[in-house]
């Protein structure tokens, strides 16, 4: 029966099989709700980095081989983890665990209620046998959408609007506005310290669009002759972007550093910041970049203008065109009160708006009203501000 009085009892469930935004979005949460007296207890993919950071911190991780988006075996187990330790919603934070979530509940009768938290900017509804509309269509009690757009794709794919609940991605302001710089970085990657460096951090993968990001560089240099170019980050696309860089002349000008842990340094060793993706639901990364005060050029995808607003916190420029991009960077290194301006902002808004307070704050509040079960069209839900 609802009752605005019932404790929420969560498992979070994160099929993450590498250390990726959506996974410290995920810890930044559980920590949130921990210091807030709820329990932290999470279902992890077996083995993985997320699973490791979380008991670090104190998360009661429960390590599962999630292996498909169908696993029946780890949805069973899911099921027996919710009957086992009283939980009453189940929240997932990927795609994969969100159908076995699903399963979990309505198939399996765990008996408890299902918030889905949305991070990609693909359209819903793909997956095998059918599982990727059905899970949308059917036995989610409330979706957590990182962005007002993210929200919009939900909308337009038939998911009513009062049960998506904006609930933007955000950061750990201080970690960033109190790292102190590293002076031997660019020693260690062999970066010239008279070098203009342009940064990127992201996997490795189609959507983060790096080939352009390297286009955009190539035609830049003719304005920024000491450019550089630090790529953070793995990925299945490592060896096509270095083949990129040789094609396009520049391989003595990129760095790609692979996985980093120092990534509040690293960023502090930018002299901007150039987002390439043409695809992202908020870009959880531009918090950081904007903690740390470096100016930030970034492709229009999806929710990156609420992260960062064009002409207020960046330079937004159109997907796939390496010529703005190439543009945005010049005027950041060649405009620097307009660099600056920009930067002061962006740091600025992220302090107010992307704390891990607000997070938690939010999401908990979405819990309440689903345990309150005032989810409905009576019940309408504001954008995120």
Not at 239 to 257: C, I, M, Q, Y
Request: with cysteine; proline share 6%; charged share 25%.
């Amino acid at each position: 029966m609802a009752d605005a009085d019932i404790r929420p009892e969560v498992l979070h469930v994160n099929t993450g099989k590498t250390w990726r935004g959506g996974e410290q979005q995920t810890l930044y949460l559980l920590r949130g709700l921990a210091e807030r007296g709820l329990r932290a207890e999470a279902a992890f993919q077996a083995g993985s980095p997320a699973a490791q950071r979380a008991r670090e911190v104190g998360v009661r991780v429960h390590e599962l081989p999630m292996r498909t988006e169908a696993d029946l075996p780890a949805a069973i187990e899911i099921a027996r983890l919710v009957r086992r330790l009283g939980i009453n919603i189940l929240h997932s934070h990927t795609a994969h665990a969100h159908t076995l979530a699903s399963l979990a509940k309505n198939v399996l009768s765990a008996g408890c209620r299902l918030v889905v938290h949305r991070r990609n900017e693909y359209r819903p509804g793909r997956g095998p046998l059918g599982l990727g509309k059905l899970k949308y269509r059917h036995g989610v009690d409330a979706y957590i959408a990182i962005s007002n757009r993210n929200k919009q794709i939900l909308v337009d794919y038939g998911i009513k609007p009062w049960r998506i609940f904006p609930v933007r991605s955000v950061t750990d302001p201080q970690r960033f506005i109190n790292a102190a710089p590293n002076p031997g970085l660019r020693r260690e990657l062999g970066i010239p310290e008279d070098a203009y460096v342009a940064g990127n951090i992201g996997y490795l993968v189609t959507q983060k669009d790096h080939v352009n990001l390297l286009e955009a560089a190539r035609i830049a240099l003719a304005e920024i002759p000491d450019l550089w170019i630090i790529i953070v980050g793995s990925g299945p696309l490592r060896d096509r972007v270095l083949r990129k860089a040789e094609e396009l002349g520049l391989s003595g000008r990129v760095v790609l550093t692979g996985f980093r842990d120092d990534i509040p340094q690293l960023i502090r060793m930018f002299d901007l910041f150039a987002l390439s993706s043409v695809a992202e639901g908020l870009c959880s990364v531009l918090l950081e970049v904007s903690a740390c005060e470096c100016p930030i050029v970034a492709t229009d995808a999806a929710g990156v203008r609420e992260a960062v607003p064009d002409g207020e916190a960046a330079i937004i420029v159109p997907t796939r065109d390496p010529a703005a991009l190439a543009e945005g960077m010049v005027r950041l290194a060649t405009e620097p009160e307009t660099a600056r301006r920009l930067a002061a902002a962006a740091r600025k808004r992220v302090a107010r708006y992307f704390t891990v307070d607000a997070l938690a704050e939010q999401t908990l509040a979405v819990y309440r009203r689903v345990l309150a079960g005032e989810v409905g069209p009576r019940y309408p839900v504001a954008p995120a501000p």
